[in-house]
């Protein structure tokens, strides 16, 4: 007997996902700088996660390569010292591959801005050398690295 497409789908399609936010630990990325996973795509490089950057700080000048980002704040302003906007609460931003520039957060409040991403991020000096890089591994590395100093389990459900 055939069976319905949507009982066949059911069989091969992976587990839906609701994950809070709360459960999820705030891992430091540099100084003012902090990123909570919520998701680690091993199968296409890409990685979700929501960063948070109080005033004063700064996302050191980079390019993107190898895939796109995109980007929703959800708290505070921010901006690219190399363009003219300012994203705010309701600012979605594109960056294509290969764009370049610096994240800053300016005045009192601190910014949180759920980041999709793809690639690779090459940090550059002032000469465009590559300085550092991060990738999808680079940010497990480092969620790995805070679980365990602080004793805690990695989520499982982050790889998907
Ligand atoms: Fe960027």
């Known amino acids: 007997m055939s069976i319905d497409i949507n009982q066949f789908t059911k069989l091969f399609m992976v587990d839906d996902l609701a994950i809070h936010i709360d459960e999820v630990p705030w891992v430091p990325q540099g100084d003012r700088v902090w990123f909570k996973p919520v998701r680690f795509s091993l199968a296409n490089g890409q990685w979700i996660n929501l960063l948070k950057v109080k005033p004063g700080g700064v996302v050191n000048r980079h390019r993107h390569t190898g895939g796109q980002v995109m980007a929703y704040t959800l708290q505070g302003q921010w901006r690219y010292l190399e363009r003219e906007w300012v994203a705010k609460p309701g600012t979605f931003v594109y960056e294509p591959p290969g764009d370049?520039?610096?994240?800053?957060?300016?005045?009192?409040?601190?910014?949180?801005?759920?980041?999709?991403?793809?690639?690779?991020?090459?940090?550059?000096?002032?000469?465009?050398?590559?300085?550092?890089?991060?990738?999808?591994?680079?940010?497990?590395?480092?969620?790995?690295?805070?679980?365990?100093?602080?004793?805690?389990?990695?989520?499982?459900?982050?790889?998907?």
């Not at 991020?121 to 890089?133: A, F, K, S, V």
């Open 100 to 160: 370049i520039h610096t994240l800053v957060v300016e005045g009192e409040e601190e910014m949180m801005t759920l980041f999709i991403l793809e690639g690779s991020i090459q940090y550059l000096n002032d000469q465009d050398e590559i300085i550092g890089q991060d990738d999808v591994f680079s940010k497990i590395k480092r969620y790995k690295e805070y679980c365990e100093q602080h004793n805690l389990e990695m989520r499982k459900d982050l790889f998907f």
